[in-house]
């Protein structure tokens, strides 16, 4: 899963460097574009995290959702490297965002599922607090 991890990277450096607008537009069109691949190519894997075991596969239907996240996530990665430079967003998090609602679409057991839906409701609350402060 190495969009997971090149979102992770687009998320790590927009908490730690706010101005770096454009490398995390570009890290997450680059990781929209892994997502679509790997979603071509199926994934199948398994990870157990402080004892909780995560499976994330995919089927016929979350490979098709799974594409239709990689070319929105792409588009607006493309679009966001413009768009959000004069605005005080949260750059952390879209690409939370993004790769939450691909987690969401390839998760297989309940747990995960609720998990990566909270985190997904969470990185769009963020924005929106912080156009009101």
């Known amino acids: 899963m190495l969009f997971a991890v090149l979102f992770t990277i687009a998320i790590i450096i927009g908490l730690l460097r706010r101005e770096q607008v ?3 537009g570009l890290l997450s069109a680059l990781a929209s574009l892994t997502l679509i691949v790997e979603a071509f190519n199926g994934i199948n894997v398994t990870y157990s995290i402080f004892g909780l075991e995560f499976t994330f596969m995919t089927d016929t239907l ?3 959702f799974c594409i239709l996240v ?3 996530g792409f588009a607006v990665s493309i ?7 004069p605005r005080h967003l ?3 998090a879209y690409p939370a965002f993004i ?4 987690l969401i679409v390839i998760s297989r057991d309940f ?5 990566f839906w909270e985190l997904m409701t969470i990185a769009t609350l963020v924005p929106i607090r912080s ?3």
Do not use: C, D, H, P
């Open 22 to 24: 454009k490398a995390v």
């Open 62 to 64: 979350s490979r098709f």
């Open 70 to 72: 990689g070319i929105s």
């Open 79 to 85: 679009y966001t490297t413009e768009y959000m430079e």
């Open 90 to 92: 949260n750059l952390a």
């Open 99 to 102: 790769l939450s609602m691909a």
């Open 111 to 115: 747990l995960g599922f609720i998990i």
């Open 131 to 133: 156009l009101e402060l």
